[in-house]
Structures are given as C-alpha cells and as structure tokens.
C-alpha cells in the first residue's frame, strides 16, 4: 500500500490558491500597478480555474489514500469515518471564516454607511443552517452569493464529492484493477472534458449548474490519474523524463492562457478555460517526477505554503472584503506610489492569517476531530496519518522496490 505525502503536490496546491487569491483581488492590482497587472491579466483572468485544480487534486489525493482501505468492499464504518476525517480537515477553518463573514455583515450594518450587500437575503437561519451542514449550494444553480464567506461555495461542492467517495471508490477499486496505466491516463483526460464542451457550446464557463459538473468529473479525473500512478512502474529516467515534462506541461497552461487572449475563440468569452485539460497531466507527471519542477515545488517553503493553502484560500477574501469597505467608507485609494505597497500588505495579511488559522485552528482542531474516533494516536514519527496526502514520490513508493518511507501530512 502506498501512503504518505507526494511533496510536489503539496507544493502545487500553493500555486493553485494564489492563482485563486489573485483573481479575486484584480481589482486592487489594477488600481494599484495597472501596467503590471495588464500584462499579467491573461494569467489573472483566468485565475478561477485554480479551482478546477484544487478538486482534481483531491480526487488524487483521497484515491491514493483509501482506495486500499474502502475500495475492496463496502464499509459503513470505514465511510462514516472516512466522512468525520474530512470534516475534521476542512470543518473547523470553514466555521471559523464563517463566523468571522457574519460578524463582519452584522459590524457593516451598525459602523459607517456601507453595509453589506443584499443583507436581507443573507443573514437569514435558513441561510445559515444550509452553511453550517456545508449544503448551501445544493440548492441554486449559481455559487456567487450562496455563501457568506464566498470561497466556501467550493467547500460545499467537494462536501457532496465526500459524500459519494464511498461508493465511488468501490468502482475506481475495480477499474484500477482492470486497465493499464495508458488507458488510465487517457481516461482520467477525458473525463475533464465536458465541462470544457459545455465552455465551448455556450460561450461560458459560468453558466447554471455548471459547478455540478465541475466538482463530479474533476474530482473523478483525479481520482482515476491516481489509479494510473498506482499502475505505473518508471525507471529512474522515465522519472526525470516526468520532470522535465512537468514543467513544459506549466509553460503550456502559461503560453495557452496567453495565446487564447490574444486569439480568443469566436462567441467565446471563457476561452481560457481549456487550459483545464492540461491539468491531470500535470498533477501525474508531478507524481511520478523527479528533479526540475517537481524537485521545485518538493522544497520545503513551498510544501510548507501548500500546507496552509487551504485557510489562505478560505480567509484571503475576508481581508479583500474588509479592504473595499474601508475604501468606500474613507473614500481610499489604490493610485498613487502607496498603492502597490499598500496591495502588498493587503496580501501578507492575508498569508499571516492563513498561518494563524493554521497553526491556531486548522491543525489543533483536526487532531482533536482525529482523536474522537481513534482510541490512541501514534507518535508523530512512527504514524501513518490515515487523512495523510500521498507519498513523496521517491522510485521505491511507485515501484515498490523496498518500503517506501512514509511522511505524515494532510489531505485535501
């Protein structure tokens, strides 16, 4: 079996909320560095589509760790606690912003004279209650507005993806067993198809109901490029090969955004949003890589970010919302020689608060969950953290040559 944590990936998930974080702070980047940021903007544009990334990597990430233990037979025990672990990884940080998204309605309605938008559709119990059991999105076509603390739309998505793992790994069990690692790959690529065939035939990646699709196959695709690499068998220079392939793989997703804002598609507005196919490729060959970028993305700073890219990508718009209040009520401003400076603080604070939320909530609030359903916990150093991402990908985990050494770290 293989367990631990693939650092590439890790590191990969830092890109993705910063990629997300950027989009969502457009607005103050061009009023503060406009020249810069049009330069840029292809990439900015399109920045939503970290999202996209974000549920293939958990599709990856959950596969890889408990296909071996839920994929042979049906469990309600093992599902059940499979479905209380992502919820201690994703429960705590997710009520903590919401209540700090609540505090700051209720702060705008009695403070100054810019209170929050459409308050009276949005402090309602029904709202919240839909919020606390991470539903919200069930029940409308679009994501904007169905949260208070806006990423969290994307927490509601991968909620139902929780909730249909357990059976879905029964099949992915049977399928990993069946097909060769080439038809894996080529069928994990297909499955992140239609919604870019839906892009193409409406013009739009943003269109009702369009985020059903995009967490069920995503995740799926995920999922199956996990069972491609659990099939895989490189050679130390098939692996270097990978490497090398990663990273054409990221100049490609670059030139492609650039190339179809140059040259978009006729009756198009989301061109962009092809550069989706690209991304299963990119999280295998990551997998199996080494050296080039996966080495890059292994370095211990940057598997550090990825650890606290999940409370980055849930807290950062608290800090943008906040920022635009002030500006409307003291009539601020991003031009200027302060303006730069001032979108750059506006993002440390929000990695500073990703790093409290981490270490003061996220972390703390997790083993706790953990230990509600494990009667002991290993020392950190001779456990294997049944919630853990996948294994450094180093040859013997992939070709099982001897143990693979195993790390613990988090999933999702």
Not at 109 to 127: C, F, I, M, Y
Not at 155 to 172: C, D, H, Q, R
Not at 190 to 212: D, E, K, R
Not at 221 to 230: D, E, H, K, Q, Y
Request: with cysteine; glycine share 6%.
């Amino acid at each position: 079996m293989r367990t631990g944590e693939i650092k590439a990936l890790t590191g990969l998930r830092i890109f993705a909320a910063v990629w997300v974080v950027l989009f969502h702070f457009r607005p103050l980047l061009y009023q503060a560095a406009p020249d810069v940021t049009a330069a840029i903007a292809p990439l900015l544009d399109r920045g939503a589509q970290g999202v996209d990334l974000f549920f293939i990597l958990s599709g990856f990430v959950l596969t890889w760790t408990y296909i071996d233990k839920m994929g042979r037979s049906w469990s309600t025990r093992e599902t059940l606690r499979f479905l209380w672990l992502r919820l201690a990884r994703v429960w705590p940080v997710y009520l903590v912003t919401l209540h700090l998204a609540a505090l700051w309605i209720v702060f705008t309605l009695n403070v100054g004279h810019v209170p929050a938008e459409h308050v009276e559709d949005t402090l309602t119990a029904t709202s919240y209650l839909r919020q606390l059991f991470l539903v919200q999105l069930w029940f409308q076509p679009y994501f904007d507005g169905s949260s208070w603390d806006g990423p969290a739309w994307s927490i509601s998505a991968e909620w139902l993806a929780y909730l249909m793992f357990g059976l879905l790994v029964l099949v992915l069990f049977r399928v990993g067993r069946a097909t060769r690692a080439r038809s894996l790959v080529l069928l994990s690529i297909a499955v992140t198809l239609p919604p870019i065939m839906f892009l193409l035939a409406t013009g739009h990646f943003y269109t009702p109901w369009s985020w059903l699709p995009r967490i069920v196959l995503q995740f799926t695709a995920g999922a199956i490029a996990c069972l491609a690499v659990r099939r895989l068998r490189p050679s130390d220079r098939t692996r270097v090969g990978a490497g090398v392939l990663a990273l054409v793989l990221a100049g490609a997703i670059v030139g492609t955004l650039y190339w179809f804002d140059a040259h978009p598609i006729p009756d198009v507005i989301d061109g962009g949003g092809v550069v989706d196919v690209l991304f299963v490729p990119l999280v295998i060959a990551l997998a199996v890589g080494a050296g080039t970028l996966p080495a890059l993305l292994s370095l211990r700073p940057l598997v550090y970010l990825g650890q606290i890219s999940f409370s980055l990508y849930m807290v950062h718009e608290l800090v943008h919302t906040a920022w635009n209040w002030a500006a409307q009520q003291f009539e601020l401003t991003l031009a200027g020689t302060a303006g730069p400076w001032i979108v750059a603080a506006l993002l440390t604070a929000s990695v500073l608060a990703a790093m409290l939320l981490y270490h003061g909530v996220e972390e703390p609030a997790r083993r706790w969950m953990r230990r509600m359903v494990d009667v002991r916990e290993a020392p950190p150093s001779s456990r294997v953290d049944d919630d853990a991402e996948p294994a450094d990908a180093m040859p013997t985990t992939i070709e099982g040559a001897r143990a693979a050494k195993t790390i613990s770290a988090r999933a999702g």
